[in-house]
């Protein structure tokens, strides 16, 4: 099933190459404009970016587990916050900063567009590179046993991420996201028991304009590499509503994840049950 699934996503994306008219115009095609509202779909990272010299703020929020009436399912309980800043370079380059609450995460993140769908079709797809390194500012007794000598380094976490993205009309907009992430270290139960540091991910997602500003947008991701535990972690489920304006966009969503930061969620996703969670981007 996950094969299929994969072959199935890829195909969405690699027909048009074959589909062009080889008749183009000699002349400048301008590019696809918003094939996403946001710079994250979910969490996922999409090909949008600030424009030249303009601010995006992020704040990503997840409330608790939905559980019961008892704590309003989930939002009584304790929730997951990330704050951050982004930055366009230029229209193609953006870097970015962000603090998390859980593990008390900060991360340096940066996104440059490759290729840029064109309205006339000479160019299909979108291509963005997307990257990050990740600081986790927990005490040294969370890295590393007794025994062993804490080194900062330990500390890290990266991302690498290649998003092939296509707005199929005004209405419909999907991408495919393979990726690579790192772990200077990882959690491990024995020598034979626990996670791997270097693990491979495939994510999926789309967004479909109803109606007005109004959009539905859906997310999938899946760890490819096994880890050494009787219990694999569950791929990240997300469907959600967005609401976005010239400056603004808000997404409401139900996740079966919390942790916000990409490598996290596709490593250590053990949650069985759903949250709530909402994205605030405003953009200067």
């Known amino acids: 099933m996950k094969k299929f699934f994969i072959a199935l996503t890829l195909s969405l994306f690699i027909t048009p ?6 008749d183009q115009a000699g002349g400048k095609s301008n590019p696809v404009q918003n094939t996403f509202g946001t710079t994250t779909l979910i969490d996922m990272a999409t090909t949008e970016s600030p424009f030249k010299h303009s601010l995006e703020l992020q704040i990503q929020h997840r409330f608790s587990v939905i559980d019961n009436i008892h704590d309003l399912y989930g939002i009584y309980g304790s929730a997951n916050t990330r704050i951050s800043l982004h930055y366009g370079i230029t229209d193609r380059l953006s870097i970015g900063v962000g603090t998390t609450k859980d593990y008390k995460l900060q991360d ?3 996104k440059y567009k490759i290729l840029q769908q064109t309205e006339d079709n000479s160019m299909p797809v979108s291509l963005a590179y997307y990257g990050n ?25 990266f991302l690498t991420q290649l998003i092939l993205a296509r707005k199929f009309s005004e209405k419909i907009s999907a991408e495919i ?9 990882v959690t491990r139960y024995d020598d034979t028991h626990g996670y791997k540091n270097l693990n491979l991910g495939i994510s999926a997602g789309a967004r ?17 590499t096994k880890q050494d535990l009787a219990t694999q972690p569950k791929p990240n489920l997300a469907a959600g509503w967005e609401i976005g304006t010239g400056t603004h966009s808000f997404q409401i969503f ?3 994840y919390n942790q916000i930061i990409y490598q996290r969620n596709l490593v250590y996703n053990d949650n069985g049950k759903y949250l709530i969670g909402f994205n605030i981007h405003v953009r200067f």
Do not use: C, M
């Not at 000598?149 to 976490?157: M, T, Y």
């Not at 996201?177 to 270290?185: E, I, Q, R």
């Not at 479909?208 to 991701?221: C, H, I, Q």
């Open 177 to 185: 996201a393979p990726s690579l992430s790192y772990f200077n270290t």
């Open 208 to 224: 479909a304009n109803l109606f007005g500003n109004n959009s539905l947008v859906l997310e999938y991701d899946q760890l490819l």
């Open 133 to 157: 390194i990740v600081a986790d500012l927990r005490t040294e007794d969370n890295f590393a046993p007794p025994t062993s000598k804490f080194k900062q380094i330990h500390r890290l976490s």
């Open 254 to 256: 139900v996740a079966n």
């Open 108 to 110: 340096i993140s940066w």
């Open 17 to 22: 190459l074959f589909a062009q008219a080889t």
